[in-house]
Structure formats: C-alpha cells, structure tokens
C-alpha cells in the first residue's frame, strides 16, 4: 500500500519567515495530494490540495509543488504568523476526495512572534 | 460553512464495553469515512461508506467494528467489544460526488479503561 513520510517532525520560525514542508509518496497511482492543518483538539483542516495534473498551486501564502517522478511534494507558507502555529499533514490517495487517505506523521509548526 | 457533526466530544468506556460513535455528514455529500489517531501518532483510515455500503476499509477495520446510516442524517461507528488499544480520537468525514476533498468533523476523544 501507499506509504507517505514527511518532514521535518518538528519546525519553529520566526514570525515573517517561510516554512517548507516537504512529503515523499511511494504508490505512482496516487494523484491526490491534500495538505491539512490540525489545531489542538480540532479535527484536520483543508488547507491546499493538488492533483497530480498540475505541478503548483497557490493560495495566497500558501502554495503546494509537486514532483511526480521524484514522488515527492511540498507545502510553502511565507510570512508566517503566529495563527500559523499548528500541525500540518500531507496525505496522498488514488482518488480526489473519494478513495482513502494515507497520512504523513505531521510537521509541528511553532511560529516566533 | 458546511460542518460535518461528531457526537459525544469525548467518551470514556470500561473495556469490553461496546460503543457507538455518532456523526453527522454534510447533507449533499455521498462518501463517509472513519478516522483515528492515537495520541501523538499520525491519522490512519478505518473504513469509507458509499450507496450503504462499504467500500474500502484498512487492516484496523476488523470484525469488532462496523459501520451504519441508520437514516439520512446520521453515520456511525460501533465498537462491539472495546480495549485498552483502541483509545484514540476518531474523526468522521465526509466528501462530494465530485472529488472536492474531505471534510473532517472535530473528533470524538475515545478512552478505554
């Protein structure tokens, strides 16, 4: 089956810097690629996500790239904020929304004021 | 904003003890899953539900558990005979027919003693 891994496990910034994080997918069949962020005691939260007809996306601060030979994509945040602070998740499945999520191990991200 | 209902937040069961795990998906969407995550540890899938019935389901998904839409609102998760293990928060969550990408609930924390 699908395996993701990312990385870093853990991320501090200062407040205005950028953020990268970066995910690997072994399963070529995986053509989704949605990034979540999760609050504490929250349930994860859509952020940005990208098919893998498109090699990036961009929502404002936030903009996802992927790399499908290499298997591997990423999540930018620039300027940073501290609402930012939150774990983030990368995940990958074989179909848009309907076929079943594989989940990274989460990135804790701690924004600096 | 369209939110997918999880009911109760938290839930504390003696082992052995059967549970039921409620949620209410968004109305117009037609694929419901089942989420958990040990503390500290990354989302796994349980199970997805589509035209009453399941359609895909992991390893975790085993004869103690099983799914139901006892109506048009409601999807839920049972738990026949619980043990220390499978404490963790679940998270229901819902998409569209079109591949718009999950919505997540907030969880239902599950401890096992």
């Known amino acids: 089956g699908e395996n993701v891994e990312q990385h870093p496990s853990t991320l501090s910034v200062q407040e205005g810097d950028s953020a990268v994080i970066k995910c690997t997918y072994s399963d070529s069949a995986s053509n989704y690629f949605p990034w979540y962020k999760q609050e504490l005691g929250k349930g994860p939260q859509l952020i940005i996500d990208?098919?893998?007809?498109?090699g990036e996306k961009k929502d404002q601060r936030i903009a996802v790239t992927l790399n499908k030979t290499a298997k591997h994509f990423s999540l930018h945040i620039t300027e940073t904020q501290p609402e930012d602070s939150a774990v983030y998740f990368c995940?990958?499945?074989?179909?848009?929304?309907?076929?079943?999520?594989?989940f990274g191990s989460g990135t804790r991200l701690q924004v600096q004021p | 904003e369209p939110e997918v209902t999880q009911t109760p937040s938290h839930q504390v069961t003696q082992m052995g003890q059967e549970v039921i795990l409620r949620c209410v998906p968004i109305s117009n969407h037609l694929y419901f899953y089942w989420y958990r995550q040990i503390l500290g540890q990354k989302v796994e899938f349980l199970v997805s539900f589509y035209n009453n019935e399941i359609s895909e389901k992991s390893e975790i998904f085993d004869d103690q558990f099983s799914v139901e839409r006892p109506d048009g609102s409601n999807f839920t998760l049972k738990i026949r005979s619980t043990k220390l293990e499978d404490s963790a928060m679940y998270f229901c969550?819902?998409?569209?027919?079109?591949?718009?990408?999950?919505?997540f609930g907030s969880g239902t924390r599950l401890t096992v003693v």
């Open positions: 969550a819902s998409s569209a027919a079109g591949g718009s990408g999950y919505t």
């Open positions: 995940a990958a499945s074989m179909g848009t929304g309907r076929r079943a999520l594989t």
């Open positions: 990208i098919r893998s007809n498109v």
